[in-house]
Nanobody, 124 residues
Framework: QVQLVESGGGLVQAGGSLRLSCAASGRTFTSYTMGWFRQAPGKEREFVAAIFWSGGMTSYADSVKGRFTISRDSAKNTVNLQMNSLKPEDTAVYYC?????????????????WGPGTQVTVSS
């Protein structure tokens, strides 16, 4: 069974940085797509970034392009999200997600597996 566990969330001032990590276990993820989503209070879950586990293609939401970077560490079985120049509107619960085919999509319902989430709060 696939398990995803996020870490690295917290409270940061606007303009600051955080690095989220997602520890993945239970499968060989070579053919998987890994994604990060976020959900703010009263809003729908939205796409942030995604990457092929095998490397290469990445995709970002327009709202985070140039500020966030997604990467994966195959040796540690982790997917990371480096978040720089954080803004108050980035405040949300951030979720790691996985799906068992190599196609980047931005719709939450297309991902099979989810972590419990980690809170990111950006103060102004």
């Amino acid at each position: 069974q696939v398990q995803l566990v996020e870490s690295g969330g917290g409270l940061v001032q606007a303009g600051g940085s955080l690095r989220l990590s997602c520890a993945a276990s239970g499968r060989t993820f070579t053919s998987y797509t890994m994604g990060w989503f976020r959900q703010a209070p009263g809003k729908e879950r939205e796409f942030v970034a995604a990457i092929f586990w095998s490397g290469g293609m990445t995709s970002y939401a327009d709202s985070v392009k140039g500020r966030f970077t997604i990467s994966r560490d195959s040796a540690k079985n982790t997917v990371n999200l480096q978040m720089n120049s954080l803004k108050p509107e980035d405040t949300a619960v951030y979720y790691c997600a996985a799906k068992n085919w190599a196609m980047i999509t931005t719709v939450p319902g297309t991902y099979n597996y989810w972590g419990p989430g980690t809170q990111v709060t950006v103060s102004s």
